[in-house]
């Protein structure tokens, strides 16, 4: 496993439309990209990962919530009022190849949405609540599930990046030059 260098505004490779995993190509070099974008992603650190934020046009999401377990008793840090969520994150590893979102919700859901690509920049992003998505495994496999919270939201950011789309790219004309600008002056730090 590696990590890899991450591509960044304005990167122009960051608009490619990615190019499907073909039947013939679910092999070990597949499972190794695969592995390096966790990698990547984990140690970044950050919850998703599309395959050309690695530079690979090609039609691949990684995604980790890395939720706190629920079930586990929060660790008491001493501070009362430190507000942070002291249960030990569990890892879930979710890969997708060759995504599709289907039957996207009417209703929308608002997150504050940052990206690896996009360093240090968050803003609100509007997105349909629920989705349903079908997609492969690593073996080629076929699979349809449907997603609603932040999983809905996190496939629906990746997703867009296979399509040469960023978040910052749903935000106003306006929004997005400031996000911009805000960008060019801490990558000029
Ligand atoms: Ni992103």
Redesign the pocket.
Known sequence: MAIREILEVPDPRLKTVSQPVEAGEFDDDLRTLVDDMFETMYAAPGI?L?AI?VGVPKRVLVIDLQEPDESADAEDCGDDECGHDHRPMVRNPRTFINPEILDPAEELATYQEG????PDIYADVDRPATCRVRYQDLDGNVHEEDMTGLMATCIQ??RD?LEGI??IDHLSRLKRNMALKKLRKLQAA
């Open positions: 998703g599309a934020q990206c690896l690509s996009v950011h990746e990046h960023l978040f």
